[in-house]
């Protein structure tokens, strides 16, 4: 896998700090989204045993998530975002982990998997952000919900008939989590803005950290 790296300093009037990491995550970014698992899942082909191992995987990140979520309610630095992010925080609660439920159950799988390494990699690194502040929490929250976004948009590809595939492909598009992306995108372009030097290295590493850590997550479905 190759690794990124964090972007230099940004140029005044140029690309948006979220628009400068991606950039700089392009290659690890681009293999993430057309990765085999996407495909094989837009065209409802996955071996039922790889998505399984995948859902049984991904469930494990849900309460770290919410926790994750919980944290940027608590700690943004203005009343209109917080009210937003805890809209979000209600549907990750909700539909999402009601999907992974139903799914699991039909998949015949088990909540309380043996994690794989890149699972662990991304709960520590959730953890870490939590922990850290606001910015912090945006940077990863971005790559899990954009990253996500960019592979569930194929508007020239017809859904597949597999309930399970084209759920969770309906999960991670359509206008309102096209809104969602753009409003975490804008907020962290916003606080980095006022970041020292230091600080906003740290928040462009986790953002490259996650972005490493989605592809090795797909890698991990195929190795059961």
Do not use: K
């Not at 017809?158 to 359509?174: F, S």
């Not at 803005?193 to 230091?198: E, F, K, W």
């Amino acid at each position: 896998m190759t690794a990124s790296r964090p972007p230099g300093p940004p140029n005044v009037g140029a690309m948006s700090f979220s628009g400068q990491l991606r950039e700089s995550s392009t290659t690890v970014w681009d293999a993430a989204v057309g990765h085999r698992f996407v495909d094989e899942l837009w065209a409802g082909t996955v071996d039922r045993a790889v998505l399984r191992r995948y859902l049984e995987q991904d469930f494990q990140f849900v309460d770290s998530f919410v926790a994750l979520l919980g944290a940027a309610v608590a700690n943004a630095d203005r009343p209109s975002p917080r009210v937003r992010l805890a809209r979000q925080l209600g549907l990750v609660a909700g539909p999402e982990n009601d999907y992974f439920e139903r799914s699991l159950g039909e998949l015949d799988g088990t909540a309380t998997p043996v994690r794989a390494a890149p699972t662990v990699g991304f709960l520590e690194l959730m953890d870490s952000a939590r922990e850290d502040g606001y910015p912090e929490a945006l940077a990863v929250l971005v790559v899990a919900e954009w990253l996500y976004l960019d592979w569930a948009s194929r508007p020239d590809t017809p859904t597949p008939d597999d309930v399970i595939c084209r759920e969770w492909i309906e999960l991670h598009r359509g206008v309102e989590f096209e809104e969602w992306v753009v409003f975490l995108r804008a907020e962290l372009d916003r606080v980095a803005a006022d970041l020292d030097p230091q600080r906003r290295e740290r928040v462009a590493a986790l953002f490259v950290r996650a972005v490493d850590l989605e592809l090795a997550f797909f890698d991990a479905a195929y190795e059961g």
